[in-house]
T-cell receptor, first 111, second 113 residues
Framework: DAKTTQPTSMDCAEGRAANLPCNHS???????VYWYRQIHSQGPQYIIH???NNETNEMASLIITEDRKSSTLILPHATLRDTAVYYC????????????FGQGTTLQVKP | DAGVTQSPTHLIKTRGQQVTLRCSPI?????VSWYQQVLGQGPQFIFQ???????GRGNFPDRFSARQFPNYSSELNVNALLLGDSALYLC????????????FGSGTQLSVL
């Protein structure tokens, strides 16, 4: 079973920030938080990952709470092309080939 | 650079048949993982191979098998197909077993009639 809980769906207006929450209350000390997204008819795409510090890259920002029991993925300026299913996954970095995907959050970006 | 390539893109089989799916990882990547994605659900882990050895197996029956070749490409075989095997089969590669990022192919859509 997935170790994360995410809302089933969310809407966001184009150009606004999209904030996608994820709960992972049973995360272990050596487990990272990974985010992937899957656009229709494509394979999942890596977005970002982190351990305990906030992370930012060209795609998104990841905010992890101090107790590490939850996190938020932020897409700063959502576009229609960001419409996708977003998966939050916790996994040890020693074996990221085996990821346990949950149902994810379907993000709909609207014009 | 080419990404992860999978073949064929689509496949139709009948119950009881056998199928072989193929995956070529990104050049230099030595780890390949296979996932099954049933419509409406997230991908489920099937196998991981690293340096031509099986390094992990998900909760799938023995009808599912895989192997990795010296060039790091991989095949997934499914015997005695069932209707429930209809799914998108995804291959992912990474530099090492514990690399942070997985790169996924676009998958093979298998329909079992």
């Amino acid at each position: 079973d997935a170790k994360t809980t995410q809302p089933t769906s969310m809407d966001c207006a184009e150009g606004r920030a999209a904030n996608l929450p994820c709960n992972h209350s049973t995360i272990s000390g050596n487990e990272y938080v990974y985010w992937y997204r899957q656009i229709h008819s494509q394979g999942p795409q890596y977005i970002i990952h982190g351990l305990k510090n906030n992370e930012t890259n060209e795609m998104a920002s990841l905010i992890i709470t101090e107790d590490r029991k939850s996190s938020t993925l932020i897409l700063p300026h959502a576009t229609l092309r960001d419409t996708a299913v977003y998966y939050c996954i916790v996994s040890s970095s020693s074996n990221t080939g085996k990821l346990i995907f949950g149902q994810g959050t379907t993000l709909q970006v609207k014009p | 650079d080419a990404g992860v390539t999978q073949s064929p893109t689509h496949l139709i089989k009948t119950r009881g048949q056998q199928v072989t799916l193929r995956c070529s990882p990104i050049s230099g990547h030595k780890s390949v993982s296979w996932y099954q994605q049933v419509l409406g659900q997230g991908p489920q882990f099937i196998f991981q191979y690293y340096e031509k050895e099986e390094r992990g197996r998900g909760n799938f029956p023995d009808r599912f098998s895989a192997r990795q070749f010296p060039n790091y490409s991989s095949e997934l075989n499914v015997n005695a197909l069932l209707l429930g095997d209809s799914a998108l089969y995804l291959c992912a590669s990474s530099l090492r077993q514990g690399n942070e990022k997985l790169f996924f192919g676009s998958g093979t859509q298998l329909s079992v009639l």
